[in-house]
């Protein structure tokens, strides 16, 4: 696409009227609102292989749900920036759906038999689902900001992902709204560099296990550590079942992406979001 991400821009469309694009209105206000004509347009088969379409169909739906995911945690951020952690809770629990959904997602890849993904599969080159802007914003937003999968050229062609290197992850935001609660977080946490992976700290472990040792006492604090924990599992979740489809369709070859494959989906497998909410139960 020359223009480039329609997101990336905030391109806009009519309703029913046509749009700068040049898409037509087609009298359907259920078709022309969400431009579900054009939406049928953009799957583009390089084979005869009926597998390759419905491999296309779910790599967009699920491109659809990372960006529901996203919308949902950027909202829950801003949420807590404004130290509102009911509505910031109530943001998760609607990613959270989502993520769900986008685990099942992996059921339709699941049924894809092998020899037919071989099939197409080299076609696919370099491409790798790891390359997603929308996935790796997701990652970025949620506090995962490691930039070795992230080409340069990417960040040059999607602003939002450099961007977002820019701001303060959700869970930066988490920590300072605990610390405006009064809870001790430790102050070089509180304007640390965004863009530096986050180091797990033994002070937020100390605050966490105060936070669940009297829940009735910090009430707001704890509903927020269990939907995070909960976004956390879900995206743990998907991140297995993903290694699980792989090892299925592919076992130990290299990943589309140049990746070790199922190797490199174990290493990953053992990120855990928001870590000393993971950790804290230890000492509990």
Aim: proline share 6%; net charge negative; aromatic share 8%.
């Amino acid at each position: 696409m020359s223009g480039g991400c329609p997101y990336a821009h905030g391109e806009t469309t009519g309703i029913g009227t046509g749009d700068a694009t040049g898409d037509r209105g087609t009298g359907n206000q259920y078709v022309d609102y969400a431009r579900m004509d054009t939406l049928h347009t953009i799957q583009h088969p390089r084979t005869d292989s009926p597998f390759e379409m419905s491999f296309i169909l779910i790599s967009q739906v699920k491109e659809l749900l990372f960006r529901m995911v996203h919308l949902e945690v950027d909202q829950a951020r801003q949420r807590l920036a404004e130290d509102r952690p009911e509505a910031a809770c109530r943001a998760l629990g609607r990613a959270v759906r989502s993520q769900r959904v986008l685990v099942d997602a992996w059921e339709s890849m699941n049924a894809l038999p092998v020899d037919e993904f071989l099939e197409f599969r080299s076609i696919l080159g370099e491409a790798s689902g790891t390359q997603s802007f929308m996935y790796r914003l997701l990652e970025f937003t949620l506090g995962n900001r490691g930039t070795a999968m992230v080409r340069s050229a990417d960040l040059a062609a999607f602003p939002e992902l450099a961007a977002e290197l820019a701001r303060p992850a959700l869970y930066d935001e988490v920590l300072r709204h605990l610390a405006r609660t009064g809870l001790p977080v430790p102050e070089p946490l509180l304007d640390r560099d965004p863009a530096v992976p986050y180091t797990p700290d033994e002070g937020v472990e100390k605050v966490w296990e105060a936070v669940y040792r009297d829940p009735d006492g910090h009430r707001p604090v704890y509903e927020l550590a269990e939907q995070l924990l909960e976004v956390a599992y879900q995206f743990s979740r998907w991140r297995a079942t993903h290694l699980l489809v792989v090892e299925r369709m592919l076992g130990a070859k290299r990943g589309s992406g140049g990746s070790d494959g199922a190797s490199w989906l174990r290493q990953i497998n053992e990120h855990r979001f928001f870590p000393e909410l993971w950790t804290m139960r230890s000492v509990l």
